[in-house]
């Protein structure tokens, strides 16, 4: 119980800073929105670019929410919050957030797009979602700066969007099983369980990885209490 | 007195260059401690090493807890209030949303901060910004109190104040450790402690 209101107060701390963050909220939308419009006529894959803008734009607002508050994140576990707290708070906020992302976009994307399955459409554009908070948690508590998270950000989904057939790089990479499930969603038939579960263990991993990254970063030795004074 | 903070050996080197070399300090309940020297002495590498935020190479720190730090840079969310900020810190000190309201604006009209500005922290001046800090310190009513030059950019006003409060978290049993190097304010304090730069930097080697 004490756990859940202390990750949902962190999960309402960020919504509010990010609400106020009215440029970067705009973007967030205008990414993906920009990369499947520019497809949108007269290329069927379409959804798969808007897709991947979307693995951008959630991906760099979780990379940012975590690098900016460095030092806050810090002294909010010398006040008495554990990292998986913060980690799971944000998570907490932003999950939701790209999931109504995902939705708007399955919306736009069943009227402009009409695809052959638009509900495994939009179980793919959820899996982006979903699967872009941790990475960008992950890459955000283990690159020293921002610069280097961007980059990583962009090197990756980079190579996502320029494979377009299931090569071993393609496979390695976080959005390949999202990206699958997209596609199975352009066509009549499809496999689904494989990419499926690429996505979640996938998601398991980054999570992990982030929580294992974010540990020495934010970490405060605990004192044990005084027992012989000494001067200097 | 009952020591509350003791630092026993503590060593610390960046690269090279040894900031720390085998400190020794205790503080005991009640005392207020002024930490001074030169620039780079390692005043508030100390200070960070005894919040638990930095480790040392060698030596022990032991301590009472609740520990309340008020970095010099305050780290700070831009985009939230000082409200909000007050619930965040007070839900990881255990206190509930009520509370940390309660006691939160309680210690910072101590230091007249505008409770009637609800702006965020961008908004603030840098003055204002470093009550919100120090008042985020002593949310949790800390048994340890550690302050790196906590009055940068207060009015003469709150300067004279915070001195002041001084005496009042002596009488708390509040152990507090201030880096300073305003000297005019030494007799306000029980103990003056100057940390000597290491010979290391003093030779030139390592950074200045």
Redesign the interface.
Known sequence: MRLIRRVVLIAEMHGRDLIRRRAALGLLIALPLSFYLASARGDRRAPVTGGIGMAFAVSGAALFSIMSARDVDQRLVLAGYRPVELLLGRLGFLGPLALALAGAFTALMAIMSSPARIGIVGLGLAAVSLQAVPFGLAIGAAVPRELEGVLIVIGVIGVQLASRTATAVSKALPFYGPQRVIEAGLEHNGALLWPTMHTLGYGVVLLIAARVFIAPRVYVRKPSPPEQPADL | M???????GVSKCFGPTTILDR????V?AGEVMALTGENGAGKSTLLRIC???L?CDAGV???????G?C?Q?A???E??TAE?HL???G????LSRRDALSRGYGILAEFGYPLHERV?VRDLSGGTRQKLNLA?AL??NPAVLLLDEPYQGFDHGTYVNFWDHCQTWRQQGIAVVVVTHMLAELDRVDRV?ELPAHPSRAHGRGRS
Not at chain 2, 23 to 26: A, M, T, Y
Not at chain 2, 61 to 67: E, L, S
């Open positions: 009952n020591a509350r903070l003791v630092v026993s400190v020794d300090l205790s005991g919040a638990g935020v480790a720190v032991r301590a009472d807890t609740p520990i730090y970095p840079e780290g700070l969310f985009l939230l909000e619930v965040m810190f839900c990881g000190a255990g965020v985020l949310l949790p402690v």
